[in-house]
């Protein structure tokens, strides 16, 4: 065996002293000084802000998929985090959470060892923000469903010594479809639970608060304000169901507006006590203004934890000051209403199975709401029923409802035999089961104030029986009732002793299909007869487009008439039918439509019908996106005869927008036409008049559509009343328009009538017509015609002048003045129309050259030029209206020169041909704004000058008749009212609210009469004042031979001026005119003398006009005593004795200028 130490050095003891000792003690004391100095670098810098800003939150948001926003973080990794000014806001959302701080206690080794144990969670000022929309999706369940999966893990072990809450919200608004919104709040004033976990118990404090405020579309709004405090000790075992827990606390209503107004001063106490396996009281006690509102109490035995056991829920006395909680909300008082009853429900099988019985008395129920009071009736309700959530199944074994007015049933229900509802699949053994449902005794005129504002007088009965077979898979329901002796009430008008009827017979089958075998309604009137009567048939498959319906209506419109107030309307018989058919069947959609008005005779706008009939008939279909319209027709007929058809026909892609339609006519004659031709009373003869129709319409919805059609009036025969020879009119419209959706383009189309040997008579039409919403673009339209003739088609429509009665002018009451017109901003550009008539002719009036020119721009309609040359005279005028200004600004000439009136009379009243003549000349200009009266009174200026020459009128006007009547019989020479007028002129000018009258002088052979001065205006132009000067002048002959020559008179004028005696008063509406006898008192002295002595025989020297004008006038200037003094005699005595002043308004003499031989 070898020596170890053979082949070792031998080291002395100075060397051993100086060896090294060996690294790893220093190295590892090396280690283990920096990993410690690694974990307190590494628990800080976890523990640091950074690290968990840029690390954990990242990671934490990814997850929640939301993004959250830290103002400050502070971490104690083996003890709490504190964060402060936490927000959560979802990704693409709005923000859901935000705390102004929250700190977490918590024992990691404890949390590592499996259990969570946080000896603290405060929450400082907590928000939850809710936002719902109108379809019932918020920001909630949105980023809910963003989530990720979570595994089905159980839930873990609990500790929780300390939760509390301070000052925190959750806000739910929920927007409505109105455009309101509804804001409700959890007020979590303050919430502290101690000791809360699994088999544990602890203090419980909670202070909070409910309210909900409701805003309407029109900004009102409505709030309630709930307080609840609630104390005690809440216990929960090991799966979190409560154990022993006992709580009291206090409900209270803090404010409350609007419909919740009538909940001020509720307050309750509220009482929970729970133990093991028992509900020993849950109690709620309510009082309001100190008075007892009601009791609602639950007990019994129950394990929350199986889910069995029995409760009772009783509530005892529930009067209206319990009850009006809920229907202040929606505005309902319940009066003296008592609720009473009981709820038992019963439990077993874990919950699965369910035995409820409740039984209800309400006494006196009486709703008052802002129509009124219900009368008071009692209601009783009884039902009990069975589900088995396991075998799905539900059985109703008993129900009954009564509802008395007094004690004379009004309203009864009854279940005959229990029913099962099943929806396992397996057939279920029962009878059938039967629910009936009655009426009687009803009076609806104690309810008027709650039924229809038609019917609020009468009785209401009816049977209603339900019918439940084969497990609930088939269902029955019939319904037999009505109304009987009812007022029904519309449109003014009432019919006593209606009745109604109503029959229904519907079956459910297969939860699914649904059959209506029959609906039937009719309302007759007190005789029996039916007034409206509709019927109704059809079936439908739910989930699915499947279904047929056939629905027919009728109505008796002679019975109906009543009913119906509209102005020139009137009906003597007739009948009103629809009748609709539907079907759809695998997409396949197909219908008929018709309607009908049967043997109608009346009246409407002015046209007569005699057992008039229109129908219209219409097949169309709908398959694979495509409409086709089949066999649609509009048939006239008139009794029997038949009065042609219109049909249409077509088809129309409902996915692209695009269709075609063709629209023609078969065979309309008179009997179609009658109507619409009998106001023409001229008309000669309609037996062979026809009407002709073809169009075709190509419609794009997205892009050009286009109307092309010609329509053709023939064989309409007229009377010429000159000649009496009898013509055949036509007329016929050539048509061709296209549109999209910026504007309409009327292409040149042509109207036109039967041509003459004076005129082609056509008419051209184009233009381009902006549409909404691009009427801001530029438009036009051109009307133009060589040449026009309708003197046949005048002779058509005119009508012989009826005989105007006297109307008196009277005065009109003071009145507020109208508001102003208010600017207009028409969302129309540049719109520009001609219209250019080379020759027009009606009669005896001839126009040329008729030509006009009006332009929309910005607001502003500008009409420049509108001129014509009218048989030989010449019209202009111009008109500027700026409709921006907040009354209408305008700006309006006017120059006529040489116009012949007789022209436009002969054409009016061709019977009287020639009896008027003249030349009529004049000028207007005004300027001014408004066109309510005080309106322009208060901004018009102007003036205009007139004059009539070359007349020959006699008075024929009443107006004028009653101004020249007082001044005639002052001076006793009645025969001037027959005197011809040779014309007029006038000049007049407004300016400043004030009527100048510059000059008037009205001109015969006979006399003169001229007026001048100044009318203020009123802001009712008829009751502006008058205080007019009236010079008048007699012939210089007559004046001599009547002695009413003023000394002072010209020697050399035609006529002479008599003093001034005549004054014009009243107001415009009511003028009076007013003589002064005492001026001509000396001069009617002479008068009379010399009226006796010269009555016999006329000197010589009279003048020859006087005596042309006046030979036909009364025996005073022919000769004949006895006509000319009993004349003047018994006119005199009538004049003097009526001593009334007559009204007559000088403004109206034009009527002056008509029918001069009215009067002879």
Same mark, same amino acid.
């Given at each position: 065996?070898?020596?170890?130490?053979?082949?070792?050095?031998?080291?002395?003891?100075?060397?051993?002293?100086?060896?090294?000792?060996?690294?790893?003690?220093?190295?590892?004391?090396?280690?283990?000084?920096?990993?410690?100095?690694?974990?307190?670098?590494?628990?800080?810098?976890?523990g640091?802000?950074?690290?968990?800003?840029?690390?954990?939150?990242?990671?934490?948001?990814?997850?929640?998929?939301?993004?959250?926003?830290?103002?400050?973080?502070?971490?104690?990794?083996?003890?709490?985090?504190?964060?402060?000014?936490?927000?959560?806001?979802?990704?693409?959302?709005?923000?859901?959470?935000?705390?102004? #701080?929250?700190?977490?206690?918590?024992?990691?080794?404890?949390?590592?060892?499996?259990t969570?144990?946080?000896?603290?969670?405060?929450?400082?000022?907590?928000?939850?923000?809710?936002?719902?929309?109108?379809?019932?999706?918020?920001?909630?369940?949105?980023? &809910?469903?963003?989530?990720?999966?979570?595994?089905?893990?159980?839930?873990?072990?609990m500790?929780?010594?300390?939760?509390?809450?301070?000052n925190?919200?959750?806000?739910?608004?929920?927007?409505?479809?109105?455009?309101?919104?509804?804001?409700?709040?959890?007020?979590?004033?303050? +919430?502290?639970i101690?000791?809360?976990?699994?088999?544990?118990?602890?203090?419980?404090?909670?202070?909070?608060?409910?309210?909900?405020?409701?805003?309407?579309?029109?900004?009102?709004e409505?709030?309630?304000?709930?307080?609840?405090?609630?104390?005690?000790?809440?216990?929960?075992?090991?799966?979190?169901?409560?154990?022993?827990?006992?709580?009291?606390?206090?409900?209270?209503?803090?404010?409350?507006?609007?419909?919740?107004?009538?909940?001020?001063?509720?307050?309750?106490?509220?009482?929970?006590?729970?133990?093991?396996?028992?509900?020993?009281?849950?109690?709620?006690?309510?009082?309001?203004?100190?008075?007892?509102?009601?009791?609602?109490?639950?007990?019994?035995?129950?394990?929350?934890?199986?889910?069995?056991?029995?409760?009772?829920?009783?509530?005892?006395?529930?009067?209206?000051?319990?009850?009006?909680?809920?229907?202040?909300?929606?505005?309902?008082?319940?009066?003296?209403?008592?609720?009473?009853?009981?709820?038992?429900?019963?439990?077993?099988?874990?919950?699965?199975?369910?035995?409820?019985?409740?039984?209800?008395?309400?006494?006196?129920?009486?709703?008052?709401?802002?129509?009124?009071?219900?009368?008071?009736?009692?209601?009783?309700?009884?039902?009990?029923?069975?589900?088995?959530?396991?075998?799905?199944?539900?059985?109703?074994?008993?129900?009954?409802?009564?509802?008395?007015?007094?004690?004379?049933?009004?309203?009864?229900?009854?279940?005959?035999?229990?029913?099962?509802?099943?929806?396992?699949g397996?057939?279920?053994?029962?009878?059938?089961?039967?629910?009936?449902?009655?009426?009687?005794?009803?009076?609806?005129?104690?309810?008027?104030?709650?039924?229809?504002?038609?019917?609020?007088?009468?009785?209401?009965?009816?049977?209603?029986?339900?019918?439940?077979?084969?497990?609930?898979?088939?269902?029955?329901?019939?319904?037999?009732?009505?109304?009987?002796?009812?007022?029904?009430?519309?449109?003014?008008?009432?019919?006593?002793?209606?009745? #109604?009827?109503?029959?229904?017979?519907?079956?459910?089958?297969?939860?699914?299909?649904?059959? &209506?075998?029959?609906?039937?309604?009719?309302?007759?009137?007190?005789?029996?007869?039916?007034?409206?009567?509709?019927?109704?048939?059809?079936?439908?498959?739910?989930?699915?487009?499947?279904?047929?319906?056939?629905?027919?209506?009728?109505?008796?419109?002679?019975?109906?008439?009543?009913? !119906?107030?509209?102005?020139?309307?009137?009906?003597?018989?007739?009948?009103?039918?629809?009748?609709?058919?539907?079907?759809?069947?695998?997409?396949?959609?197909s219908?008929?439509?018709?309607?009908?008005?049967?043997?109608?005779?009346g009246?409407?706008?002015?046209?007569s019908?005699?057992?008039?009939?229109?129908?219209?008939?219409?097949?169309?279909?709908?398959?694979?996106?495509?409409?086709k319209?089949?066999?649609?027709?509009?048939?006239?007929?008139?009794?029997?005869?038949d009065?042609?058809?219109?049909?249409?026909?077509?088809?129309?892609?409902?996915?692209?927008?695009?269709?075609?339609?063709?629209?023609?006519?078969v065979?309309?004659?008179r009997?179609?036409?009658?109507?619409?031709? %009998?106001?023409?009373?001229?008309?000669?003869?309609?037996?062979? !008049?026809?009407?002709?129709?073809?169009?075709?319409?190509?419609?794009?919805? %997205?892009g050009?559509?286009?109307?092309?059609?010609?329509?053709?009036?023939?064989? *309409?025969?007229?009377?010429?009343?000159?000649?009496?020879?009898?013509?055949?009119?036509?007329?016929?419209?050539?048509?061709?328009?296209?549109?999209?959706?910026?504007?309409?383009?009327i292409?040149?189309?042509?109207?036109?009538?039967?041509?003459?040997?004076l005129?082609?008579?056509?008419?051209?039409?184009?233009?381009?017509i902006?549409?909404?919403?691009?009427?801001?673009?530029?438009?036009?339209?051109r009307?133009?015609?060589?040449?026009?003739?309708?003197?046949?088609?005048?002779?058509?429509?005119?009508?012989?002048?009826?005989?105007?009665?006297?109307?008196?002018?009277?005065?009109?009451?003071?009145?507020?003045?109208?508001?102003?017109?208010?600017?207009?901003? +028409?969302?129309?550009?540049?719109?520009? +129309?001609?219209?250019?008539?080379?020759?027009?002719?009606?009669?005896n009036?001839?126009?040329?050259?008729?030509?006009?020119?009006?332009?929309?721009?910005?607001?502003?309609?500008?009409?420049?030029?509108?001129?014509?040359?009218?048989n030989?005279?010449?019209?202009?005028?111009?008109?500027?209206?700026?409709?921006?200004?907040?009354?209408?600004?305008?700006?309006?000439?006017?120059?006529?020169?040489?116009?012949?009136?007789?022209a436009?009379?002969?054409?009016?009243?061709?019977?009287?041909?020639?009896?008027?003549?003249?030349?009529?000349?004049?000028?207007?200009?005004?300027?001014?704004?408004?066109?309510?009266?005080?309106?322009?009174?208060?901004?018009?200026?102007?003036?205009?000058?007139?004059?009539?020459?070359?007349?020959?009128?006699?008075f024929?006007?009443?107006?004028?008749?009653?101004?020249?009547?007082?001044?005639?019989?002052?001076?006793?020479?009645?025969?001037?009212?027959?005197?011809?007028?040779?014309?007029?002129?006038?000049?007049?000018?407004?300016?400043?609210?004030?009527? #100048?009258?510059?000059?008037?002088?009205?001109?015969?052979?006979a006399?003169?009469?001229?007026?001048?001065?100044?009318?203020?205006?009123?802001?009712?132009?008829?009751?502006?004042?008058l205080?007019?000067?009236?010079?008048?002048?007699?012939?210089?002959?007559?004046?001599?031979?009547?002695?009413?020559?003023?000394?002072?008179?010209?020697?050399?004028?035609?006529?002479?001026?008599?003093?001034?005696?005549?004054?014009?008063?009243?107001?415009?509406?009511?003028?009076?005119?007013?003589?002064?006898?005492?001026?001509?008192?000396?001069?009617?002295?002479?008068?009379?003398?010399?009226?006796?002595?010269?009555?016999?025989?006329?000197? *010589?020297?009279?003048?020859?006009?006087?005596?042309?004008?006046?030979?036909?006038?009364?025996?005073? *200037?022919? #000769?004949?005593?006895?006509?000319?003094?009993?004349?003047?005699?018994?006119?005199?005595?009538k004049?003097?004795?009526?001593?009334?002043?007559?009204?007559v308004?000088?403004?109206?003499?034009?009527?002056?200028?008509?029918?001069?031989?009215?009067?002879?």
């Open positions: 065996m070898t020596d170890p130490s053979i082949g070792k050095p031998n080291l002395d003891q100075e060397q051993l002293g100086t060896r090294e000792p060996r690294p790893w003690p220093k190295r590892l004391k090396l280690m283990i000084t920096g990993l410690i100095l690694l974990l307190v670098v590494a628990y800080f810098f976890i640091s802000s950074f690290f968990l800003r840029s690390v954990v939150l990242p990671s934490i948001e990814k997850s929640m998929m939301a993004t959250i926003q830290v103002e400050d973080i502070s971490l104690s990794p083996f003890s709490q985090i504190e964060l402060k000014d936490l927000i959560i806001t979802p990704y693409n959302g709005e923000t859901l959470v935000s705390a102004k #701080g929250a700190l977490v206690r918590y024992s990691l080794l404890t949390i590592l060892g499996g969570i144990k946080l000896d603290q969670l405060q929450l400082m000022n907590p928000e939850v923000i809710i936002i719902e929309a109108e379809d019932g999706k918020s920001n909630l369940s949105s980023w &809910l469903e963003s989530l990720p999966p979570s595994p089905n893990a159980p839930l873990p072990v500790d929780l010594n300390l939760l509390s809450v301070e925190g919200k959750v806000i739910l608004r929920q927007k409505t479809s109105g455009g309101g919104q509804n804001v409700t709040e959890l007020l979590l004033n303050k +919430v502290s101690e000791k809360l976990g699994q088999d544990l118990e602890g203090p419980l404090k909670l202070d909070i608060g409910l309210k909900t405020t409701k805003i309407t579309d029109a900004g009102e409505t709030q309630l304000a709930l307080s609840m405090k609630l104390e005690g000790d809440l216990g929960l075992n090991a799966e979190l169901f409560p154990e022993k827990s006992t709580l009291n606390g206090q409900l209270k209503v803090e404010s409350a507006t609007g419909a919740y107004a009538d909940m001020v001063g509720v307050n309750g106490d509220l009482i929970l006590a729970l133990e093991p396996g028992s509900i020993d009281d849950v109690s709620l006690s309510m009082m309001r203004n100190g008075q007892a509102a009601g009791n609602i109490r639950v007990m019994g035995p129950f394990d929350f934890a199986t889910s069995e056991g029995r409760i009772v829920a009783a509530f005892d006395n529930l009067n209206r000051q319990f009850l009006n909680l809920a229907g202040a909300v929606a505005g309902i008082d319940f009066k003296e209403t008592v609720m009473d009853g009981s709820l038992t429900m019963t439990l077993t099988n874990g919950g699965n199975l369910l035995a409820l019985a409740v039984t209800t008395t309400c006494s006196n129920v009486s709703i008052g709401t802002g129509e009124g009071v219900t009368p008071p009736l009692n209601v009783e309700l009884d039902t009990t029923l069975n589900y088995d959530a396991d075998g799905e199944k539900l059985t109703v074994q008993q129900f009954g409802l009564t509802v008395a007015d007094g004690a004379t049933p009004a309203i009864t229900g009854a279940l005959l035999k229990p029913v099962t509802f099943a929806w396992n397996q057939p279920e053994s029962f009878q059938e089961p039967e629910f009936n449902f009655n009426i009687t005794n009803f009076n609806l005129g104690d309810w008027r104030d709650f039924t229809f504002d038609t019917l609020n007088q009468g009785e209401l009965f009816g049977d209603f029986s339900l019918k439940v077979e084969q497990s609930g898979t088939r269902m029955q329901a019939d319904f037999t009732g009505g109304f009987k002796d009812a007022d029904m009430a519309f449109d003014g008008h009432t019919e006593s002793g209606t009745s #109604g009827s109503l029959n229904l017979e519907m079956v459910f089958e297969d939860y699914t299909r649904v059959t &209506l075998k029959r609906l039937a309604m009719e309302w007759s009137n007190t005789s029996g007869n039916s007034l409206v009567s509709f019927s109704a048939s059809g079936s439908h498959v739910l989930g699915s487009k499947g279904y047929n319906l056939h629905t027919e209506a009728k109505a008796d419109l002679a019975l109906m008439k009543s009913f !119906v107030n509209m102005d020139g309307l009137s009906i003597e018989q007739g009948l009103g039918e629809l009748s609709f058919r539907l079907r759809d069947n695998d997409d396949d959609l219908g008929v439509l018709q309607m009908a008005l049967r043997d109608y005779t009246s409407f706008s002015g046209m019908y005699e057992s008039y009939t229109v129908g219209l008939n219409s097949e169309f279909s709908i398959r694979d996106e495509l409409l319209l089949g066999t649609t027709q509009i048939d006239f007929h008139e009794d029997f005869n009065g042609g058809t219109i049909g249409i026909k077509g088809e129309m892609d409902l996915e692209r927008e695009t269709g075609a339609f063709m629209i023609n006519s065979g309309i004659n009997f179609a036409l009658s109507p619409f031709l %009998n106001p023409f009373s001229n008309a000669e003869d309609f037996t062979e !008049v026809t009407l002709n129709l073809e169009a075709e319409l190509q419609l794009d919805l %997205n050009e559509s286009t109307l092309k059609g010609n329509t053709s009036l023939s064989n *309409l025969k007229v009377k010429d009343p000159e000649s009496e020879r009898i013509k055949e009119l036509q007329s016929e419209l050539d048509l061709d328009l296209a549109w999209n959706t910026q504007h309409l383009e292409r040149p189309s042509f109207f036109k009538l039967t041509p003459t040997s005129a082609d008579n056509v008419i051209k039409v184009s233009g381009q902006p549409l909404l919403p691009f009427m801001a673009s530029k438009g036009n339209l009307v133009n015609s060589p040449s026009m003739d309708l003197t046949s088609y005048f002779d058509l429509i005119a009508k012989p002048e009826e005989a105007q009665a006297q109307v008196q002018s009277t005065s009109t009451p003071d009145v507020p003045p109208a508001p102003q017109s208010g600017a207009l901003d +028409v969302p129309m550009g540049e719109f520009d +129309v001609k219209l250019d008539i080379a020759k027009l002719i009606v009669r009036v001839s126009i040329k050259a008729f030509q006009a020119h009006a332009l929309w721009q910005t607001n502003t309609l500008t009409i420049r030029p509108l001129g014509m040359t009218l030989e005279g010449l019209i202009k005028a111009e008109m500027a209206m700026d409709f921006a200004k907040p009354d209408w600004g305008y700006d309006m000439t006017l120059e006529v020169d040489q116009i012949p009136i007789e436009f009379m002969d054409t009016l009243n061709p019977s009287e041909k020639g009896q008027v003549s003249g030349m009529i000349s004049g000028k207007a200009e005004w300027k001014g704004a408004g066109l309510t009266e005080s309106g322009w009174q208060r901004n018009l200026n102007g003036a205009m000058s007139l004059k009539y020459t070359d007349a020959d009128i006699n024929v006007s009443p107006e004028m008749r009653l101004l020249m009547t007082p001044i005639t019989a002052v001076l006793r020479l009645p025969e001037l009212l027959k005197a011809p007028i040779n014309g007029f002129e006038t000049n007049l000018k407004i300016e400043n609210q004030i009527l #100048g009258l510059d000059a008037f002088k009205l001109q015969s052979d006399f003169q009469v001229h007026a001048s001065g100044e009318i203020p205006l009123d802001n009712v132009l008829t009751n502006s004042v205080n007019l000067p009236v010079e008048f002048y007699l012939e210089r002959s007559i004046a001599r031979k009547s002695n009413l020559m003023p000394s002072s008179a010209p020697k050399d004028t035609p006529h002479v001026k008599l003093p001034d005696f005549v004054k014009l008063e009243g107001t415009i509406g009511a003028p009076k005119t007013k003589t002064d006898k005492l001026v001509l008192s000396g001069l009617l002295v002479k008068s009379g003398a010399g009226l006796v002595k010269s009555a016999a025989v006329l000197p *010589l020297n009279v003048g020859e006009g006087a005596v042309k004008v006046l030979k036909d006038v009364g025996g005073f *200037l022919t #000769g004949d005593s006895k006509t000319s003094e009993e004349g003047n005699e018994g006119e005199d005595k004049e003097e004795k009526s001593g009334i002043l007559e009204q308004n000088p403004l109206k003499l034009l009527d002056n200028f008509r029918n001069r031989g009215g009067d002879q």
